[in-house]
């Protein structure tokens, strides 16, 4: 590759990593249009997941969390968490990432809170970070599988998928999620 076309991809990173998240925010209204769609193509692609979700005592659905490597690496996303089908709070998503990396990505998230307790954890804390302020466990199922939530007996489970279905080897480790203000 070479040498300005590095240069071009780096500032285009930093560009995004760096751009105030004001300004980058969707209204709560776009938001929730997002979220929607998320949960219907996540009904979609794993059979069960209604029922999945009806058991769950919240679930964290970020539609789109876009991720840009150049040797350092940035995602972010915003979404929402809801109790039953109605939206409670707006969070957003952001990690870095440093080593091999080149290019750019888009993914969508959905994180279920199977017990009261761990969602109750997640809601009253000032910033949440996967791995640290609690666990999440990725279900791995290929589009058109069905989720047994007889065998899922972790209190956080994370999904994650793009437009082809359910992605594999993917992590949520060292992910923070924090509350918007959409008032």
């Given at each position: 590759?070479?040498?300005?076309?590095?240069?071009?991809?780096?500032?285009?990173?930093?560009?995004?990593?760096?751009?105030?998240?004001?300004?980058?925010?969707?209204?709560?209204?776009?938001?929730?249009?997002?979220?929607?769609?998320?949960?219907?193509?996540?009904?979609?692609?794993?059979?069960?997941?209604?029922?999945?979700?009806?058991?769950?005592?919240?679930?964290?659905?970020?539609?789109?969390?876009?991720?840009?490597?150049?040797?350092?690496?940035?995602?972010?996303?915003?979404?929402?968490l809801l109790i039953g089908k109605?939206?409670?709070?707006?969070?957003?998503?952001?990690?870095?990432?440093?080593?091999?990396?080149?290019?750019?990505?888009?993914?969508?998230?959905?994180?279920?809170?199977?017990?009261?307790?761990?969602?109750?954890?997640?809601?009253?804390?000032?910033?949440?970070?996967?791995?640290?302020?609690?666990?999440?466990?990725?279900?791995?199922?290929?589009?058109?599988?069905?989720?047994?939530?007889?065998?899922?007996?972790?209190?956080?489970?994370?999904?994650?998928?793009?437009?082809?279905?359910?992605?594999?080897?993917?992590?949520?480790?060292?992910?923070?999620?924090?509350?918007?203000?959409?008032?």
């Amino acid at each position: 590759m070479t040498r300005l076309i590095k240069l071009v991809i780096a500032f285009g990173l930093i560009g995004v990593m760096s751009a105030s998240p004001a300004a980058m925010a969707a209204s709560a209204a776009e938001i929730d249009v997002r979220v929607k769609e998320t949960i219907e193509q996540f009904k979609k692609n794993v059979n069960g997941a209604e029922v999945f979700l009806q058991q769950a005592s919240g679930y964290l659905v970020f539609p789109k969390v876009y991720k840009v490597g150049v040797g350092i690496g940035g995602e972010t996303g915003e979404g929402a968490l809801l109790i039953g089908k109605e939206v409670v709070d707006y969070y957003r998503t952001s990690s870095g990432s440093f080593g091999f990396q080149l290019g750019a990505q888009a993914r969508s998230i959905v994180i279920v809170f199977m017990t009261e307790d761990s969602l109750n954890k997640f809601r009253n804390s000032e910033g949440w970070k996967v791995g640290i302020d609690g666990s999440v466990a990725l279900i791995d199922l290929g589009a058109g599988k069905t989720i047994d939530s007889k065998n899922i007996k972790d209190p956080v489970v994370g999904f994650i998928f793009g437009s082809k279905g359910l992605m594999y080897n993917l992590t949520l480790e060292g992910t923070k999620i924090h509350k918007l203000d959409k008032s």
